[in-house]
């Protein structure tokens, strides 16, 4: 298993978020722990090479709001 660190206030803003999205948040990390990808994420060349955000949709909002954006770097990702 990839080991992943969280970055600026991502843990935290996660930790407030509803359980259902930390659920689903959580089982996105764990797909790309496991060498996968998450099914909904935007790469973030700016940030720095390896980090990705990785995006949730409340399926009950009104226009597909989005609830939570939670970045991470894989650590030993090569640029």
């Known amino acids: 298993m990839k080991p992943l660190e969280f970055l600026g206030s991502s843990r ?8 259902d999205v930390r ?12 060498g996968g990808q998450p099914t909904d ?9 390896g980090v990705c955000e990785i995006r949730v949709r409340d ?3 009104k226009a597909d709001i989005e609830l939570a954006n939670v970045r991470y ?4 990702e090569k640029p």
């Open 23 to 34: 659920h689903e948040i959580g089982v996105e990390l764990m797909r790309v722990q496991f």
């Open 73 to 76: 770097r894989m650590i030993g």
């Open 41 to 49: 994420f935007k790469p973030m060349f700016a940030v720095g090479a």
């Open 12 to 19: 935290d803003d996660l930790a407030r978020m509803p359980a």
């Open 59 to 61: 399926a009950s909002a």
